[in-house]
């Protein structure tokens, strides 16, 4: 029954016309990762390669998310479902409005109500404003776990951040700690990572 309120879900959005974004796109990018994923990461928005190809995640930010998902013993094919705020890549990669967000959200308020992860990541400001609020800091609440909706959120800084300033790595890297703890304490205590 779950899997075909998913993929009903997945074809309404295939087809969404809510906002100005769905005039660029070239693909909707749904989302992707299991859908008893007990970690849910989420960033902005797609990028160029995630519009071509209509995954998340797969240009430069994406390639150092593995990574890091890698490290920590998780991955997108088991613990992490990978979705956006925005689900059509914004003109220039700018950042998604205001009114994008919110037409956009009641997607991914699905998407995490099915799959009903424990964890949810926020990668970046842009995830912290779209599903916590709107006047939140990215640099003040990073590292600090939320409960939001009966869910343990970490807030931490995008992967395009760590690109351009790899100076905030170490911070990121500390926050990807707690949230193997995390994982270990709500949902699989014997967790293997060979980083922590
Ligand atoms: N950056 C994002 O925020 N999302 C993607 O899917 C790719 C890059
Ligand atoms: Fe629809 Fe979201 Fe795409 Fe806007 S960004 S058209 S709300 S799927």
């Not at 809510?18 to 849910?40: D, K, W, Y």
């Not at 909706?149 to 500390?174: C, F, I």
């Not at 703890?181 to 699989?188: A, I, S």
């Amino acid at each position: 029954m779950e899997v075909n309120s998913f993929e009903r879900l997945r074809a309404e959005v295939s087809q969404c016309r809510r906002c100005n974004l769905c005039q660029g796109r070239t693909h909707v990018v749904f989302g992707e990762g299991p859908q008893t994923a007990s970690i849910m990461c989420i960033g902005e928005g797609p990028g160029y390669y995630e519009d071509q190809l209509g995954r998340p995640f797969v240009g430069a930010s994406g390639q150092l998310l593995d990574k890091i998902l890698a490290v920590c013993g998780f991955s997108r094919q088991e613990q992490v479902f990978i979705g956006n705020i925005v689900k059509c890549r914004p003109p220039q990669n700018r950042d998604p409005l205001p009114e994008e967000r919110t037409a956009c959200l009641p997607y991914l308020l699905r998407q995490i109500e099915i799959i009903n992860p424990p964890i949810i990541v926020l990668l970046g400001a842009t995830a912290l404003k779209g599903l916590i609020d709107a006047e939140a800091r990215i640099t003040r609440l990073r590292g600090h776990w939320m409960q939001w909706q009966g869910r343990w959120v970490m807030p931490t800084y995008h992967p395009s951040a760590l690109l351009r300033n790899a100076a905030l790595k170490r911070d990121a890297w500390e926050d990807f700690k707690l949230v193997i703890d995390k994982y270990r304490e709500v949902v699989d205590p014997q967790h293997h990572s060979d980083y922590h």
